[in-house]
């Protein structure tokens, strides 16, 4: 069955950086694009960034961009989110995604 693991949240003051990284497996992982959300709280769930399944196209939400970097690497079949220049604003659940699958997410909280 199709699982994502997201890992590599945590505490990080404003201004620092983080990297994300998301395990799948279940599925032929290099014949899909994936995506990063987030959800702060008391808020809906939103698009952070997609990367397409064989070519290197990126998506970035307007808020992130410049900041997130999204990766992958279809030997390992791993999914990253670059998290540079921080900001409170970015506190939230951040969660890897495929289609309907959903991994269980992992907690970035940005606080001095």
């Known amino acids: 069955q199709v699982q994502l693991v997201e890992s590599g949240g945590g505490l990080v003051q404003p201004g620092g950086s983080l990297r994300l990284s998301c395990a799948a497996s279940?599925?032929?992982?290099?014949?899909?694009?994936m995506r990063w959300y987030r959800q702060a709280p008391g808020k809906e769930r939103e698009f952070v960034a997609a990367?397409?399944?064989?070519?290197?196209?990126?998506y970035y939400a307007d808020s992130v961009k410049g900041r997130f970097t999204i990766a992958r690497d279809n030997d390992k079949n791993m999914v990253y989110l670059e998290m540079n220049s921080l900001k409170p604003e970015d506190t939230a659940v951040y969660y890897c995604?495929?289609?309907?699958?959903w991994g269980q997410g992992t907690q970035v909280t940005v606080s001095s």
């Open positions: 990367i397409g399944a064989n070519d290197p196209s990126t």
């Open positions: 995604n495929r289609n309907s699958y």
């Open positions: 279940g599925f032929t992982f290099s014949d899909y694009a």
